[in-house]
């Protein structure tokens, strides 16, 4: 038996409830991970509310077809599968499964998931929310975006889970990066890299007659419309929040000459392109390049306090639930 938070409907962070439930078997090509580290992020409160609606296509109509959410896991390998190559019994390991399952203490992942051996350097909770957020970024900065050095890009959303990287990865790049935070996370995001950062409680960049090659807006706050004057003449809108306004600019950008705004799911993407992103950042996390911005630590239990906070907004860098 294993403890784990369960869900048998759609709703508010009340639905959790947790219990004692049997430790999965592995599959031959599955290993079996003894988990120490999940996140949550503002997927799992999609996947908690079963919304958007028409995602219960695929997650269940009614209720969650997995009653264990969790996408991320860092752990120890327990038990191989007959079949399994990669990995051996006592490997740490990171990564992410869209099967889902991580509020657990134990969960089995494909060996050829997104998955791979932890630097000695680097924690279960540092490694758990690289997955989702940090494989994100490099996706939309150097697969949508191209990102190039010497070149000036803006960070919208710069203390979340997906700025904190963003700032990060864009200072690896080579760029002159500007964050765009609130008042209290200023500091935070100077101290990540950021050669400059605009209060956006106290100055509009979209109003300060700047431009950026590649403005990367994390939260969706800012759009294509209120961000082109800000952008070079070849310059780049990238949003990781998709709405049908957005779609259409995105279609129309790709045949017109000028200023472009692209978006992606990232986790639909191949999960070899995935895999090839998330070994090039535990390289830059094995190295110090980059590091995980850790806001507040939960346990299992308080998985329902920890779905609370995410849903305000306003986290700086990522939650991690220790188990
Ligand atoms: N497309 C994809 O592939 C993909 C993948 C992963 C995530 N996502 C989406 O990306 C979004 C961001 O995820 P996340 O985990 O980075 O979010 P998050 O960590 O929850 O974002 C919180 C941060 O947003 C900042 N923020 C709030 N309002 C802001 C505003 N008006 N202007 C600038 N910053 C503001 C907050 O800073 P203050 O407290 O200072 O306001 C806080 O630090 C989510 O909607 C998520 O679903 C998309």
Known sequence: MMRAIASNQY??????????????????????????????????????????FVGRLFIGL???KSTVLGFEFAGEVEQVGEAVTRF???????????????????????????ITTIPDNISYEEAAPVN??????????RGLGNIQANQK???????????????????????EVTGVCSTPNVEMVKSIGADSVIDYLKEDFTKNGIQYDLIFD???????????????????????????????????????????????ATGMLPIAKRLAYFEEIKTLLATGKIKTVID?????????????YVEKGHKKGNIVITI
């Open 11 to 52: 709703g508010s962070a009340e639905v959790f409830q947790h219990c004692e439930i049997n430790k999965p078997q592995p599959k031959p090509h599955q290993v079996l991970v003894r988990n120490h580290a999940t996140t949550v992020t503002g997927a799992d409160i999609m996947m908690r509310e079963g919304k958007p």
């Open 62 to 64: 009614r209720k969650p």
């Open 88 to 114: 051996k019994v006592g490997d740490k390991v990171f990564g992410g499964t869209t099967h889902l399952g991580c509020y657990a203490e134990y969960v089995c992942v494909n060996e050829n998931d997104v």
């Open 132 to 141: 989702g957020s940090a494989v994100t970024v490099m996706n939309f900065l």
């Open 153 to 175: 890009i803006l960070i919208n959303g710069a203390s979340g889970g997906l700025g904190t990287y963003a700032v990060q990865i864009a200072k690896y790049f080579g760029t």
């Open 218 to 264: 994390t939260v969706g706050k800012r759009s294509f419309a209120e961000c082109k004057k800000s952008l070079t003449s070849q310059g780049m809108y990238l949003s990781a929040v998709l709405n049908p306004t957005l779609l259409g600019q995105m279609m129309w950008t790709a045949i017109a000459g000028g200023k472009k705004a692209k978006s992606s």
């Open 296 to 308: 507040n630590r939960y346990t299992l239990a308080q998985m329902a306090e920890a779905h609370r």
